[in-house]
């Protein structure tokens, strides 16, 4: 889909805006544990978003300390099935599909005649090699949404990379709008090893995304680094499908890519699919 005039004229207005100070207020006003001023904001956003409070562990708005935990609250053990055939690749979120398909020529597809490669989404020439020819999928998380990102598969952790960058807005006006949009955003990119082969699943910041969290380093953004980082981890950490690889303190959109031949699409899924965190996402080959 292109972007409208209107769309185009949203996304060209937020180029001038700070931010990194704007998601740094956000941090801290997120945070803020005044009980009067927090479940009011809880309880607002509840009923602004349509959030289904049923599914959480804890469906009491007010026994949140701070509007963060609740933004980033847990579900109830059975509110989630994870799929469990050997060859099921289960969604790492819930959301909605905003693209899907195939990494061609090296680059992914992000609207209508836009695009990025797969280098400049990781950070590192070596490891986008790995996913030539391979596929892809772009999922949103709407404010609604759980926060939480679970493993598609089983996995050992190889290589986290942190590349710097804006904090565009990524609501679907905003995606066409933005050229490069994901490669140009701040990003945690994690590189794992699967029984479908080299996984990489990458944590896309956006305006008012105030920090995003791995299981096993905590927060990695912030602080702002000036350049691309990254860390080996030789498989020290390894994750059950299913389970948590991290979260988004505030709402963003994970990428998946998976190598050439590895994988194969659900043929229900397009662009606007709404997606649940632990169903079927695509069948290894």
Not at 123 to 132: L, P, S, V
Not at 251 to 278: C, N, Q
Request: contains cysteine.
């Amino acid at each position: 889909m292109s972007a409208s005039l209107g769309d185009r004229i949203k996304g060209w207005l937020q180029y001038p805006l700070p931010h990194h100070a704007i998601s740094r207020l956000t941090y801290r006003l997120t945070r803020v544990r005044n009980p009067a001023l927090k479940d009011w904001a809880i309880r607002d956003f509840i009923r602004r978003f349509g959030v289904d409070m049923s599914e959480a562990a804890q469906p009491d708005p007010a026994a949140y300390p701070t509007f963060n935990a609740f933004f980033t609250r847990s579900l109830r053990s059975d509110a989630r099935p994870i799929a469990t055939g050997s060859k099921d690749v289960a969604c790492p979120v819930d959301g909605a599909v905003s693209q899907i398909g195939a990494i061609e020529g090296g680059r992914v597809f992000q609207a209508k005649g836009q695009g990025f490669t797969a280098a400049e989404l990781l950070g590192d020439d070596a490891a986008a090699a790995r996913f030539e020819g391979g596929r892809f999928a772009t999922l949103y998380l709407s404010p609604r949404d759980y926060h939480r990102i679970h493993m598609p598969l089983e996995g050992s952790l190889t290589r986290m990379i942190h590349v710097p960058g804006r904090l565009f807005s990524v609501n679907p006006p905003t995606t066409p709008a933005v050229p490069r949009l994901f490669a140009r955003n701040e990003r945690v990119a994690c590189l794992f090893d699967t029984p479908a082969g080299p996984m990489a699943l990458v944590m896309v910041g956006a305006l008012n995304v105030a920090s995003i969290e791995t299981v096993w380093a905590g927060e990695v953004t912030p602080p702002q680094r000036p350049r691309v980082q990254g860390w080996d981890y030789a498989g020290e950490v390894q994750l059950a499908k299913g389970a948590e690889v991290g979260r988004f303190n505030m709402g963003s959109t994970v990428i998946l890519l998976f190598a050439k031949d590895r994988i194969r699409w659900e043929e229900s899924y397009a662009a606007g699919s709404p997606v649940k965190m632990g169903r079927r996402l695509a069948t290894i080959i």
